[in-house]
């Protein structure tokens, strides 16, 4: 099983510019050794029934894009209050009022 000891920690902190308090790093360790240990237990899996295939390329089917209007469904500028130019105006809220700071 492969190990890393608080030295390469420490330098591996260093190299990816991430700065670790000493108290930390025999926790790091710990936890590095056992995701090494755990990679080690997946190299030593039988694969050999496993058959490499291409990557698939195609994702989920697409559906039909059909636009349906809706039954009573009213145009945008008949339901706005005021439209121009293809944007709906709104009426400034109240609490924008005033104030005069940004």
Do not use: C, Y
């Not at 190990?3 to 670790?20: F, K, P, S, Y």
């Not at 005021?82 to 924008?96: K, M, N, Y």
């Amino acid at each position: 099983m492969s190990r890393i000891n608080a030295a390469e920690v420490a330098r591996l902190a260093a190299l990816a510019r991430v700065g670790i308090h000493a108290d930390r790093i025999p926790q790091l360790v710990n936890e590095l050794n056992g995701i090494l240990g755990h990679m080690d237990a997946l190299a030593t899996a039988d694969v050999s029934l496993v058959v490499a295939g291409p990557a698939p390329t195609a994702g989920m089917p697409l559906r039909a894009d059909n636009v349906q209007q809706k039954e009573g469904a009213r145009s945008l500028p008949s339901i706005a209050p005021a439209f121009v130019d293809g944007f709906v105006l709104v009426p400034r809220l109240a609490s924008h009022d005033g104030g005069g700071s940004a």
